[in-house]
């Protein structure tokens, strides 16, 4: 499967379907800016069927304040980066 991207907010955040399931890539940092890509749990998949991009709002907020590392840091998937 083809990589479809399913909602994309400019130097914020993209969802895109893999054939892994959802991606969420989530820019990240002020001064030194990178990114944090996590494949989407079940019920995090389900904040985004109810909600759409308002659904994942929390967390892509919640990914980007992980400064440390300590929430997400162990779900960041390089190899399902954009």
């Known amino acids: 499967m083809d990589r479809i991207t399913l909602h994309d907010e400019t130097w914020s955040w993209r969802l895109d379907q893999t054939s892994e399931g959802l991606?969420?890539?989530v820019l990240c940092g002020t001064?030194?800016?990178y990114n944090r890509t996590i494949l989407l749990e079940?019920?995090?998949v389900e904040l985004w069927q109810e909600?759409?991009?308002g659904g994942l709002a929390a967390l892509?907020?919640?990914i980007r304040d992980d400064v440390g590392g300590t929430e997400?840091?162990?779900r960041d998937r390089a190899d399902l980066r954009p």
């Open 42 to 44: 079940p019920h995090e």
């Open 23 to 25: 991606v969420l890539d």
């Open 51 to 53: 909600g759409g991009p």
């Open 60 to 62: 892509v907020e919640a």
């Open 31 to 33: 001064v030194g800016i």
């Open 72 to 74: 997400f840091a162990h």
